[in-house]
């Protein structure tokens, strides 16, 4: 019989991100075998109209995607990576390192490619999008998992209440904004970007609890 960790956060990690996975699995499922893709059509076509008939609001996802793209992406994850090398919080700095390429290898090398979803109609007219497949969403995994990545770490360095909720709360707005974005003009279907919050978070957890990146937060305070 296979025994849990002993350490509560480490249970907690594993438990939450083997839920973002199974979670995945079942979006994922439901949008390969066409059972959604009536709702996903549906809010494409809802959506449409506003994104046409808003040019700020429009404007504004292209910037949110803009923050989402590969090299703010890694630009991002870079900065806090060479922060944290010259922290010598080693384990945090591959953890950051792997989280970042992890994802990417696995959403463009493996799940893209073996669901091969077409993106929706009139994808690339609001915002440019590459030749990849649409399930999951790219943007919204990546997102997911650097940032949550990110502030995993960070909300131990900075550890106080205030700095904590200030970390989470950006993080989880990049996070929301990226993939909403993706909705909006109409790169992906909602599904895609669903499975891919969920890809990417249970990624970034699933690592955390493998490679656990900080030890206790009074190691931090030096």
Not at 5 to 26: E, H, K, T, Y
Not at 177 to 195: E, K, M
Request: proline share 5%; hydrophobic share 60%; glycine share 8%.
């Amino acid at each position: 019989m296979t025994r849990l960790p002993a350490d509560p956060v480490i249970r907690r990690l594993l438990l939450i991100g083997s839920l973002c996975w199974l979670a995945a699995a079942i979006v994922i499922a439901l949008a390969w075998t066409g059972v959604i893709v009536g709702a996903d059509r549906w809010a494409i076509e809802r959506l449409r109209p506003s994104a046409e008939a808003m040019p700020l609001a429009t404007e504004a996802m292209r910037w949110a995607t803009w923050l989402g793209d590969w090299p703010r992406r890694l630009a991002i994850a870079g900065a806090f990576f060479a922060y944290l090398v010259w922290r010598r919080f080693g384990r945090a700095a591959s953890y950051i390192l792997y989280t970042t390429l992890g994802i990417w290898a696995l959403n463009a090398w493996a799940l893209k490619p073996m669901f091969g979803r077409a993106r929706p109609d009139g994808a690339g007219e609001l915002v440019a999008v590459g030749a990849s497949h649409a399930l999951p969403s790219g943007h919204a995994a990546n997102a997911a998992a650097v940032f949550t990545a990110i502030a995993l770490v960070a909300s131990v360095i900075w550890w106080r209440r205030m700095q904590r909720r200030a970390i989470w709360s950006a993080a989880a707005i990049a996070i929301l904004l990226v993939g909403v974005s993706r909705v909006w003009l109409a790169a992906h279907w909602p599904s895609d970007v669903a499975a891919g919050w969920l890809v990417g978070l249970g990624w970034a957890l699933l690592l955390a609890a493998l490679l656990k990146p900080v030890k206790a937060r009074e190691s931090s305070r030096r």
